[in-house]
């Protein structure tokens, strides 16, 4: 009896993984979204002022990008959504071509789901600066975000025509919206190619949570493995696998990513055992 339910539990967990692809991978591409510059307490330097401090800075300089920039991060921070909101579109407004304000206000309004505002703000800054790479990495991010793998992949293009060498994290964006496109051998050797580099960029953040994070060959293995499990080449994929566990053997992600290719390989007893 206690085997049968396993057996159900287990078949409930794969349909609800594989009946809607994007569901259960996306959630594992919420750290390669969005590209921030190294936002934390250095980037601020000297820069102490307190959130009535900075509003009224901003209120009496629109052209203040640091306070912009340091006041977006405080109210992020402190939870208040909806006034970080507010600042990164009026600094946006104010400060149009600046990226790194960009960026976060990029951050922000994706965080708040607040996607067409910044597919609006994202168009005003293309058209003031059509080279504006960051900006061409958000809409590629919005896209991605409503399913609109072609457009994303488009968007992503563009910016890395424009900035490639420096921007070496949107092939990341990249291969996702590969992914998404089921363009599948694509996306796992954009992942690989791009991780060294990619690796050794500090300039991260996860616009999901707004929390700092830093990449590993771990995760970039566990991505190849789940783009080669959707393409239902599951030697490849476990072959992934265990290059991401030879890394770090107690990765629930990798485990579970392993558990999905075994379900869809009809072997129930390994999956149960993973998962």
Known sequence: ?????????????????????????????????????LIDEKFFGSDKRSIEELEAAVNSNPQDIKAYIRLCYLLKEKGEHDLANEYAKRGIESNMNDKNLLNIAGAVLIHSHETEELYNICLKAVATNPKNADAYNLLGVIAHQNGNSLGAITHFQRALALKKRRYNWINFNLANAYRAAERYDEAADLYRKSAKKFLADKNFVSCNNFHFRKPNMLWVNNNVGLTYTMKGDYSKAMKAYREALSIKNSSSRVYNGMACTFYEMGEMDSCLVLL
């Open 1 to 37: 009896m206690n085997r049968l339910f396993l057996v159900f539990l287990a078949s409930i967990f794969a349909l609800a993984s594989f009946a809607k692809p994007t569901t259960v991978f996306y959630m594992q591409d919420e750290t390669q979204l969005i590209h921030l510059p």
